[in-house]
């Protein structure tokens, strides 16, 4: 069968390649692959700046982002053949850390843990794949090809979660949210702020494309500029950029009470001259919480598989931006200006 393979830490390594055969030990089910979503995760590996191939291998199976079909469920799933599956991505660590044995692996204390297409277990690139029971998400049929967008949901599922757990420290009233950055994860962040029935504005960059319609289409307020220019003091604002400008500006910009939850990973950027104490003392005399946020855990996987079946399957399906058969990996790793989410996609949903 056809995969794509990269040797981690050695830029430009990717290729479409002949592969085996998934290994019957690597799950008792069998899909074959419908679509794989990329992410800037993906580009990183690629470049060779991330990733680790599985133990006694040099080279591994990219991709995290799956949706597949059912074509044998095995011995001991209650799965039929057909059935649409997106795969959980991190396995709990080996020893485990108290998080990952009681099922928290996306609170993994050790770091030990292993990610499919990411860290020492194979993807979801190629043309079929398994997986343990245990770790195969069913999702509502009539999703189709937008059960790939299940896996940046879980992030943004986790994230409000940590949200919420932090607000109800407090008598907790939250009306007004802002997402920074309007990219996949920014805009299922700002889908589940609606689903929560909260005021939801999005601040990008973008002045043009398909962001602005998306945000106006989900009945939320889209914004340009800097997060001090919105117009009011957010309760809850969810980073999805990791722009360090807009990571100080939201910590100092957001209101009294309120959550700040980090979700985006980046480099570099400066505090812009704001002396620590000085941020730290705000933060203290508006009782703030920054939180930063990863990953997901089997109950994320489930809430968010909730979120995506009651959401406008019309507004998810212009998530989707750009469709790349597998031949054309390397494009569909090229970000163009006006892209949201790209999938690779190997067969019909
Ligand atoms: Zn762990």
Redesign the pocket.
């Known amino acids: 069968m056809k995969g794509i393979t990269v040797e981690p830490r050695k830029p430009q390594s990717a290729r479409l390649e002949e592969i085996p055969e998934p290994d019957a030990r690597s799950g008792s089910v069998l899909l074959e692959a419908i679509a794989v979503g990329v992410c800037g995760t993906d580009t990183e590996i690629v470049e060779g700046k991330y990733g680790w191939a599985p133990p006694g291998k040099t080279r591994l199976v990219l991709g995290h982002e799956s949706l597949g079909r059912v074509v044998d469920p095995g011995p001991s799933s209650a799965l039929q053949s057909g059935d649409l599956v997106v795969g959980i991505v991190r396995r709990?660590?080996p020893?485990?850390?108290p998080?990952?044995a009681v099922g928290e692996?996306d609170m993994?204390?050790?770091g030990?843990?292993t990610e499919r297409g990411i860290k020492e277990i194979d993807g979801f690139m190629s043309e079929r794949w398994r997986i343990e029971p245990e770790y195969a998400m069913k999702i509502d049929r009539s999703l189709g090809l937008l059960g790939v967008l299940l896996e940046p949901t879980t992030v943004v599922t986790k994230a409000w979660e940590q949200v919420v757990a932090v607000g109800h420290r407090a008598y907790w009233e939250p009306r007004r949210v802002l997402v920074t950055g309007a990219g996949p994860i920014g805009l299922l962040a700002a889908l589940v702020g609606k689903q929560r029935g909260l005021e939801v504005h999005v601040l990008d960059l973008a002045e043009s494309g398909p962001k602005p319609e998306l945000v106006r289409a989900l009945g939320a307020i889209y914004h340009t500029g800097s997060v001090s220019s919105v117009g009011f003091e957010p309760d809850v604002i969810i980073e999805c950029t990791g722009v360090g400008q807009v990571i100080k500006d939201a910590i100092t910009g957001i209101g009294s009470g309120g959550i700040v939850c980090l979700t985006g990973v980046g480099t570099g950027g400066s505090a812009g001259g704001s002396p620590t104490a000085d941020v730290a003392a705000a933060a203290v005399l508006k009782n703030n919480v920054v939180v930063g946020s990863v990953n997901a855990n089997k109950r994320h996987w489930y809430k968010a598989g909730q979120i995506l079946a009651h959401a406008d399957r019309g507004w998810l399906a212009h998530l989707i931006t750009r469709r790349e058969p597998p031949e054309a990996f390397a494009r569909a790793l090229k970000r163009q200006p006006d892209d949201i989410k790209v999938v690779i996609q190997f067969a019909v949903a």
Do not use: F, K, M, V
């Open positions: 709990p660590d020893l485990p850390c998080n990952c692996w993994c204390r050790n030990q843990y």
